[in-house]
């Protein structure tokens, strides 16, 4: 059975960075795209950012310029690299990979306090 397992959230200033990963423990076939979800106390699950098999990347607008989404495809892990933290980006977030199944990662807390 495949799992996603997530790592790199915490605690940071506004301002400051993090980097999330998301490593699945074996490849996942039919694998056509990867993203980063968040979810804020009392608010719904969003998508933030997503790769596709392409290369192609989207942002949330509230994202852009300021968090970059990645994959390293010979880990079967995917990053995110997120810059210039903002209060409102505290959240617990989410990996998820999709192919010919769904898989979901436990989630990461970020805190970002100004």
């Known amino acids: 059975q495949v799992q996603l397992v997530e790592s790199g959230g915490g605690l940071v200033q506004a301002g400051g960075s993090l980097r999330l990963s998301c490593t699945a423990s074996?490849?996942?076939?039919?694998?056509?795209?990867m993203s980063w979800y968040r979810q804020a106390p009392g608010k719904q699950r969003e998508l933030v950012a997503i790769?596709?098999?392409?290369?192609?990347?989207n942002y949330v607008d509230s994202v852009k310029g300021r968090f970059s989404i990645s994959r390293d495809n010979a880990k079967n892990t995917m990053y995110l690299q997120m810059k210039s933290l903002k209060p409102e980006d505290a959240a617990v977030y989410y990996c998820?990979?999709?192919?010919?199944?769904?898989?979901w990662g436990q989630g990461t807390q970020v805190t970002v306090y100004s």
């Open positions: 790769i596709r098999n392409s290369g192609v990347t």
């Open positions: 074996t490849i996942i076939f039919g694998l056509n795209a």
């Open positions: 998820r990979m999709t192919g010919a199944r769904d898989y």
